[in-house]
């Protein structure tokens, strides 16, 4: 399994903004970090703040931040809704006749299972902990 650019893009402004504490950033800043591109930050910014986990501030010096404590933030919830609701395999998706062995096939279950063990261990971590230690990031991504 491989995780959308989107859900990894997702998970690095996040971890940028636990870094920053109450601090603004600006998408410019956090592309620059990590040598993204801007338009794509633009859309997973969007989405963070309309899920309210980040706080946007319009206006002159204004930025991003985040809206809820880092430990409040479960990895496993932010990468459910940066990944989607849709099937993981086509066979599982709502569409009729979408696999023709659907009615004997044991791989579904499968797959649907190993999701869930992947989602369970995403769910066991906060955003906290991926910035636990935050000199090795700070030096890296907050060089100013």
């Not at 998970?11 to 600006?26: S, Y």
């Not at 849709?86 to 096939?105: F, T, W, Y």
């Amino acid at each position: 399994m491989k995780l959308t650019a989107f859900s990894d893009y997702t998970l690095r402004v996040l971890m940028f903004l636990a870094l920053r504490g109450e601090r603004l950033a600006t998408i410019p800043e956090i592309a620059a970090a990590y040598g993204i591109s801007e338009n794509h930050l633009m859309k997973v910014v969007h989405q963070l703040a309309r899920s309210g986990v980040i706080e946007s501030v319009r206006g002159k010096g204004g930025g991003i931040r985040l809206a809820q404590a880092p430990q409040a933030i479960r990895i496993g919830a932010i990468v459910r809704a940066s990944e989607g609701a849709g099937p993981i395999v086509e066979c599982l998706s709502e569409q009729p006749d979408s696999c023709r062995i659907a009615p004997v096939c044991r791989l579904s279950g499968i797959l649907v299972r190993a999701f869930e063990a992947l989602y369970a261990t995403l769910d066991e971590y906060t955003l906290a902990d991926l910035v636990q230690q935050p000199q090795g990031l700070q030096a890296i991504l907050l060089r100013q």
